[in-house]
């Protein structure tokens, strides 16, 4: 009896000794705010038997592909509507688990300093995915600048332009790419990660800008097989915590909003 009481202690000794091993989670991000905001949450999430290794993608095509075949744990990049334009048209088995940040879509010039001061004719940029595509719609015509049907809701594409007065030139192009086109366009819609990625203020250099309680709230994702894991809801925790909100609010000053 006396022997079984000295091993129990000894394991429970042992026990304590012995470093918790942290649960490793790959998340996936685009390069800017969405990478700088997860290496935050990053150390927070060590203190807490977290460990995320943050991976980051140029594009918005790849990190969903990447969750859905399990090279990936979770991502952080997207809106709702996106991620349900993705599931409809791939089929992908993902699930939103909570909300990061905003990034209020902006209509950046690199002449005009407003959107009346635009020529007759202007070249405008827009992403060529179709839900940031027809958010930038959306937006030109919630400033006047052109019609659209409202029965396309947030899938509006150029099919849906039912006036233009001013007979602007839509070009779609790669949100990655919309940056690098302002030298050859008059304007460009530009989503607020790729702006700040370039060196533009959303605040002060977008000549007009969506407001930020819409629709387009980013999301954290996960397979949908996971969504009820342990280390999801201690992943969302962590992000919507005070420490995570107060270093968005510090650092991006109105460019990036939190979402929660």
């Not at 990053?42 to 460990?51: H, I, M, S, V």
């Not at 990447?66 to 991502?75: M, P, T, V």
């Not at 779609?172 to 008059?186: K, T, Y």
């Amino acid at each position: 009896m006396r022997m079984q009481a000295l091993l129990a202690l000894a394991a429970a000794i042992l026990a304590t000794a012995l470093p918790v091993r942290a649960e490793k989670v790959r998340i996936g991000v685009t390069p800017g705010p969405h990478a700088q905001i997860m290496e935050v949450v990053k150390k927070e999430a060590a203190a807490q038997g977290l460990e995320l290794e943050v991976m980051e993608f140029s594009d918005y095509v790849v990190p969903n592909a990447a969750l859905d075949s399990g090279d990936l744990d979770a991502n952080s990049f997207q809106h709702q509507p996106y991620l349900d334009n993705q599931i409809a048209d791939r089929g992908f088995k993902l699930v939103a688990v909570g909300k990061s940040v905003t990034f209020p879509l902006g209509i950046f010039a690199s002449k005009a300093k407003s959107l009346e001061a635009l020529p007759k004719g202007a070249k405008i940029a827009i992403p060529n995915d179709p839900t940031n595509g027809g958010r930038a719609l959306l937006l030109l015509a919630r400033e006047g600048l052109i019609g659209v049907d409202p029965k396309a809701g947030l899938k509006a594409t150029v099919l849906d332009i039912t006036q233009n007065p001013r007979n602007l030139k839509i070009v779609e192009l790669d949100a990655a790419q919309l940056p690098r086109s302002l030298g050859d366009v008059d304007a460009a819609a530009i989503n607020g990660n790729y702006a700040l990625e370039a060196g533009l203020d959303p605040v002060k250099d977008a000549i007009a800008r969506e407001p930020a309680n819409g629709p387009y709230a980013n999301i954290i994702v996960v397979r949908t097989a996971d969504q009820t894991k342990p280390w999801v809801g201690k992943l969302v925790a962590i992000y919507n915590s005070a420490p995570v909100k107060a270093y968005i609010e510090t650092t991006y000053k109105g460019a990036v909003v939190p979402a929660w």
